[in-house]
């Protein structure tokens, strides 16, 4: 690998946001002699449901079939145990495709066959639908050691327009469990994603340079981010979420390389959070110049349970303490967000955290209804915020410090 990718892997380790390739690939599927069928079952095309055998080609085949034709398509993944390596679901596709996952899927370990590239990638499709009641399973706990190697994601959506995955299970993926790109019109619901809390860069679902993407009625439980949103995201509703343990639900991290764009309009409401290292929280760094408006945030009807920073804003995010040189120029601009009717408990003392900049304080803000009380006997409940101007209103006298 040169230093100019290692440097890149590590950039995107720390913070979350996914490389993605953006090569246009142009379908030319070679679709085997199927003209009256309409589901392509993987056990037909060779898929042997051992665990072990490796059935890429099979699921490829049942891929490459069903989205080179008009009408409704299936790639069915019946009931039993799959291993496969690197899924390439290309479009354009001439019709719907449906891919009805109901048995198990492992992600093969083999890692230099993934080619930098990532385990199942939905790319350039329109229409598609991602159900079932099965499982994904990305193996991540045989390589999760081996940080300087470029491990795939588990479930990737780039440049789809109206997708929808749901039913699924996503466990232990090597990087990301899911993560969404340059798409439009993505509903994710009833999916659970489980890896354990100290894995690395398991974020639950990562959205990033993407429009009308709704989350909802999911259960996740990872190393990371349950959620986040990054750079370029506008119009992204997450409800009905249940987090934890992890890092929370984030917007960011913003600010980390050139030519980001805005993230505008999301809401987050109706989630609990347990147990989390943080609860909400909006991160960027003040690291490349990157001058980007964070706008129209809201986050409301939320529990915390035990979560260490409840709610939190920090623009001087920097986890690996490598971006000394820049301290002080922050280009991010943080506006209009709403913390609206936060109730539960925080596992430290500082249950609010609004870290603005002075060159560019955070305007606009709102704690209306943010109740949420230290749990511990030693201290009191605390808010600490700088360079942060609004209004709080029915909150907890010792959070209101707006
Ligand atoms: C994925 O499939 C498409 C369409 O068949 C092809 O053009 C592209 O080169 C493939 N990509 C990879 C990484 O194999
Ligand atoms: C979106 O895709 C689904 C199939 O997954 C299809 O039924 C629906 O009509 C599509 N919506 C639009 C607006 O094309
Ligand atoms: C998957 O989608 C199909 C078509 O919309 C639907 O009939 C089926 O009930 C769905 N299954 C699950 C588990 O969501
Ligand atoms: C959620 O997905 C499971 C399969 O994992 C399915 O059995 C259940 O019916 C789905 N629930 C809803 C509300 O769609
Ligand atoms: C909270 O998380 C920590 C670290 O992940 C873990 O050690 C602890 O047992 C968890 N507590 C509860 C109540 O789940
Ligand atoms: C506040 O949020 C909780 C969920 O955390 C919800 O049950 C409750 O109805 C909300 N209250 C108001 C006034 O919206
Ligand atoms: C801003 O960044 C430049 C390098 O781009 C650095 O030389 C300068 O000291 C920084 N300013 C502050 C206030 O830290
Ligand atoms: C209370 O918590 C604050 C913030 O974490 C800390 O700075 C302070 O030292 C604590 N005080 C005591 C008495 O532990």
Request: hydrophobic fraction near 35%; include cysteine.
């Amino acid at each position: 690998m040169d230093n100019a990718i290692r440097f890149m892997f590590i950039l995107t380790i720390v913070c979350g946001a996914a490389y993605a390739r953006s090569e246009a690939y142009v379908a030319s599927a070679a679709v085997p002699a199927a003209a009256a069928r309409t589901a392509f079952d993987i056990t037909e095309l060779g898929a042997v449901a051992d665990g072990k055998t490796d059935s890429t080609k099979a699921v490829q085949d049942a891929w490459n079939a069903a989205c080179g034709l008009p009408g409704s398509q299936k790639v069915v993944i019946p009931k039993g145990e799959f291993m496969t390596g690197a899924l390439n679901f290309s479009g354009p596709c001439k019709g719907y495709v449906t891919v009805q996952i109901d048995g198990t899927l492992f992600g093969s370990n083999d890692i230099p066959k993934y080619n930098k590239g990532n385990w199942l990638e939905i790319l350039h499709v329109d229409n598609v639908l991602v159900n079932g009641s099965g499982t994904l399973d990305g193996q991540g706990a045989a390589v999760w050691k081996d940080e300087c190697k470029i491990l795939p994601n588990s479930l990737v959506l780039d440049y789809v327009n109206n997708g929808t995955v749901s039913g699924i299970k996503l466990v232990n993926s090597k990087f990301f469990h899911i993560n969404v790109y340059m798409s439009k019109v993505v509903t994710i619901k009833n999916v659970t994603i489980t890896a354990v809390a100290d894995s690395p860069n398991t974020d639950g679902i990562h959205i990033g340079d993407s429009s009308e993407i709704s989350v909802a009625d999911s259960t996740i439980a990872t190393g990371d981010d349950c959620i986040s949103v990054g750079p370029g995201s506008s119009r992204v509703n997450i409800k009905g979420i249940t987090c934890g343990p992890g890092q929370g639900i984030s917007i960011g991290c913003l600010g980390r390389f050139k030519d980001e764009k805005d993230v505008t309009d999301v809401t987050v409401r109706n989630c609990v959070l347990r147990n989390t290292s943080n609860g909400v929280r909006i991160k960027s760094y003040e690291d490349v110049l990157s001058p980007i408006t964070a706008s129209k945030l809201k986050f409301e009807n939320i529990r915390m349970e035990g979560v260490a920073k409840p709610v939190i804003v920090d623009q001087r995010y920097c986890p690996e303490k490598t971006c000394s040189d820049r301290k002080g120029n922050n280009t991010v601009t943080i506006k209009d967000v709403t913390f609206r009717n936060i109730t539960g408990t925080s596992s430290t003392p500082e249950a609010v955290s609004l870290l603005c900049s002075d060159q560019l304080p955070c305007n606009g803000m709102e704690l209306l209804d943010v109740n949420v009380e230290y749990d511990g006997k030693d201290n009191k409940t605390m808010a600490v915020c700088t360079n942060a101007n609004g209004v709080s209103k029915g909150s907890l006298q010792a959070l209101a410090c707006l």
